[in-house]
């Protein structure tokens, strides 16, 4: 699930509703919709936290911030 939520990431997001500024933001507010969404596919709240170092030790929080330093830098 996480793997294909970073595979469909929309570059005309980052392009429309983000400025370059905004790296930082983009990538809190990408790595929390992603945990909610896992914690509301589990039925659960109480690993919101150990979810989210899960997702940063394992490179998540890297990929979102390369995927939006890119598509400001080659596509928009």
Same mark, same amino acid.
């Given at each position: 699930?996480? *793997? /294909?939520?970073?595979?469909?990431?929309?570059?005309?997001?980052?392009?429309?509703?983000? +400025?370059?500024?905004?790296?930082?933001?983009? %990538?809190?507010?990408?790595?929390? *919709?992603? %945990? /909610? /969404?896992?914690?509301? /596919?589990?039925?659960?709240?109480?690993?919101?936290?150990?979810?989210?170092?899960?997702? %940063?030790? *394992?490179?998540?929080?890297?990929?979102?911030?390369?995927?939006?330093?890119? +598509?400001? *830098?080659?596509?928009?």
């Amino acid at each position: 699930f996480i *793997n /294909q939520h970073v595979n469909e990431l929309e570059r005309d997001d980052v392009c429309e509703y983000w +400025t370059e500024d905004e790296v930082d933001d983009y %990538v809190d507010s990408s790595m929390s *919709n992603i %945990v /909610q /969404q896992v914690c509301e /596919q589990i039925g659960s709240f109480d690993l919101y936290n150990e979810l989210y170092e899960y997702l %940063v030790d *394992n490179g998540y929080q890297s990929q979102f911030r390369d995927f939006f330093i890119d +598509t400001k *830098n080659n596509y928009c």
